[in-house]
């Protein structure tokens, strides 16, 4: 196993910072990003505040508590901007993510565990934390998924996987700062999250590999390549109503889906409730959306929806990759191909573009995303 040079990993250390910067610069003197008064405000300025941390910025730092104090002056509205929140909110007692010395697969942060964070909590964070818990809960469809918002309606089912991806991400969160959140959000999450996945798929060898004493050893596993979509909704088609998916499978959405799933088999791992049938479904669904994004493996477009969505969905195969603990996608190593097109598209002073676009590179080339603590890492049979 090859380890990134030193020259190119001070090349993608010199881009984060200069995305950090770019980030600064855009932030308002009231401490938002982004038009204040937008639906999801708050999550428009709490991911360049998780960017920020994730990238090294200390919580202390005065721009990361103006944030803070324009955050907190705002009620939960949104799923993704909760979701985004809470994230936020971990990151700024979360130990920082580790070298790039380190392979994927191996990476550990090690640091306070869920108990210890919430002790060292302040009550300002721990009401925000609180009150974003019981939105996520109460913003939860009947079919396990999420949409934009709480819907004020009997059994609501209106859903999106972007929505629920935030969602998830955002109780993962709650959850690493000592929050409990019920057994049944989980497992009626990862129930919808089944039907967002394509039901058939060729099949196909997934590529493993795993790293011993230095060297990478490539094994193969079957699997179906069976991607997920951004809704359940139907369109009539040549074999009758409502046969015909409206959405595309795609790569942005196939990325979510797996971390996604990896999270709430994460979230029910130690309960006795979680037994062997599930647990084998869960890790057929990583497989079988692993798979998909092999045969279909770009980092310069959003496969399925090209020319739309390239930097959002970098960041979700970031998601994929590092909670599914693999550095390989199929014979691809995700993250140096990824990160070549980041360094190449990037403008000195100017980032990837606005703070959205700026935060998902800067989240990618951090490889910001923690590991799974409690679920082993998802392998073939």
């Given at each position: 196993m090859?380890?990134y040079p030193?020259?190119w990993?001070?090349?993608?250390?010199?881009?984060?910072?200069?995305?950090?910067?770019?980030?600064?610069?855009?932030?308002a003197?009231?401490?938002?990003?982004?038009?204040?008064?937008d639906?999801h405000?708050?999550g428009h300025t709490?991911?360049?505040?998780?960017?920020?941390?994730k990238?090294?910025?200390?919580p202390?730092?005065e721009?990361?508590?103006r944030?803070f104090t324009w955050?907190r002056?705002r009620?939960p509205?949104?799923t993704?901007?909760?979701?985004c929140?809470?994230?936020?909110?971990?990151a700024?007692y979360?130990p920082?993510?580790?070298?790039l010395?380190?392979d994927?697969?191996e990476?550990t942060?090690?640091?306070?565990?869920?108990e210890?964070?919430?002790?060292?909590l302040?009550?300002?964070?721990?009401a925000?934390?609180?009150?974003?818990?019981?939105?996520l809960v109460?913003a939860?469809?009947?079919?396990?998924?999420?949409h934009?918002h709480?819907?004020?309606?009997?059994r609501?089912?209106?859903?999106?996987?972007?929505n629920?991806?935030y969602?998830i991400?955002?109780l993962r969160?709650a959850?690493?700062?000592g929050?409990?959140?019920p057994f049944a959000?989980?497992?009626?999450?990862l129930?919808?999250?089944?039907?967002?996945?394509?039901?058939?798929?060729?099949?196909?060898?997934?590529?493993d590999h795993?790293?011993?004493?230095?060297?990478?050893?490539?094994r193969?596993?079957?699997?179906r390549?069976?991607?997920?979509?951004?809704?359940?909704?139907?369109k009539?088609g040549?074999r009758?109503?409502n046969?015909?998916p409206v959405?595309?499978?795609?790569?942005?959405?196939?990325?979510?889906g797996?971390?996604?799933?990896i999270?709430?088999?994460?979230g029910?791992?130690?309960?006795?409730?979680?037994?062997?049938?599930?647990?084998?479904k869960s890790?057929?669904?990583?497989?079988?959306?692993?798979?998909?994004?092999?045969?279909?493996?770009?980092?310069?477009?959003?496969?399925g929806?090209?020319?739309?969505h390239?930097l959002?969905?970098l960041y979700?195969?970031?998601?994929a990759?590092?909670?599914?603990?693999?550095?390989?996608?199929?014979?691809?190593?995700?993250y140096k191909?990824?990160?070549d097109?980041l360094?190449g598209?990037?403008?000195?002073g100017?980032?990837?573009?606005?703070?959205?676009?700026?935060?998902f590179a800067v989240?990618?080339?951090?490889?910001?995303t923690?590991g799974?603590?409690d679920?082993?890492?998802?392998?073939?049979r």
């Amino acid at each position: 196993m090859e380890r990134y040079p030193p020259s190119w990993r001070l090349k993608v250390k010199e881009a984060i910072r200069e995305g950090m910067d770019h980030l600064l610069s855009l932030q308002a003197k009231e401490g938002s990003w982004g038009n204040p008064n937008d639906t999801h405000a708050v999550g428009h300025t709490a991911l360049p505040v998780l960017a920020l941390l994730k990238g090294g910025t200390s919580p202390h730092a005065e721009p990361i508590q103006r944030a803070f104090t324009w955050l907190r002056k705002r009620p939960p509205t949104s799923t993704y901007s909760v979701g985004c929140y809470l994230m936020a909110i971990h990151a700024k007692y979360a130990p920082k993510a580790g070298s790039l010395d380190t392979d994927v697969g191996e990476e550990t942060l090690g640091g306070p565990d869920p108990e210890e964070i919430h002790a060292r909590l302040e009550k300002e964070d721990l009401a925000a934390l609180e009150a974003g818990l019981d939105f996520l809960v109460r913003a939860q469809a009947v079919n396990g998924l999420w949409h934009y918002h709480v819907q004020e309606k009997p059994r609501p089912t209106d859903h999106d996987l972007s929505n629920t991806q935030y969602a998830i991400l955002g109780l993962r969160a709650a959850r690493d700062c000592g929050l409990e959140v019920p057994f049944a959000v989980w497992s009626e999450a990862l129930e919808g999250l089944y039907g967002l996945q394509d039901r058939e798929g060729p099949k196909v060898d997934l590529l493993d590999h795993r790293v011993k004493d230095g060297y990478v050893f490539e094994r193969k596993d079957r699997a179906r390549a069976r991607g997920f979509r951004y809704s359940l909704r139907m369109k009539h088609g040549p074999r009758g109503e409502n046969t015909v998916p409206v959405n595309p499978t795609t790569g942005s959405m196939t990325t979510a889906g797996i971390a996604s799933v990896i999270i709430c088999r994460e979230g029910m791992w130690r309960s006795r409730k979680f037994r062997g049938q599930a647990r084998r479904k869960s890790e057929q669904a990583v497989r079988d959306g692993l798979a998909w994004l092999q045969e279909h493996f770009t980092v310069a477009d959003n496969p399925g929806q090209e020319g739309r969505h390239h930097l959002y969905y970098l960041y979700g195969l970031e998601r994929a990759g590092m909670l599914a603990a693999r550095r390989w996608i199929g014979p691809h190593d995700w993250y140096k191909e990824g990160a070549d097109l980041l360094l190449g598209k990037h403008e000195d002073g100017k980032g990837w573009g606005d703070h959205k676009l700026t935060s998902f590179a800067v989240l990618f080339l951090k490889r910001a995303t923690a590991g799974s603590r409690d679920a082993p890492v998802v392998t073939g049979r």
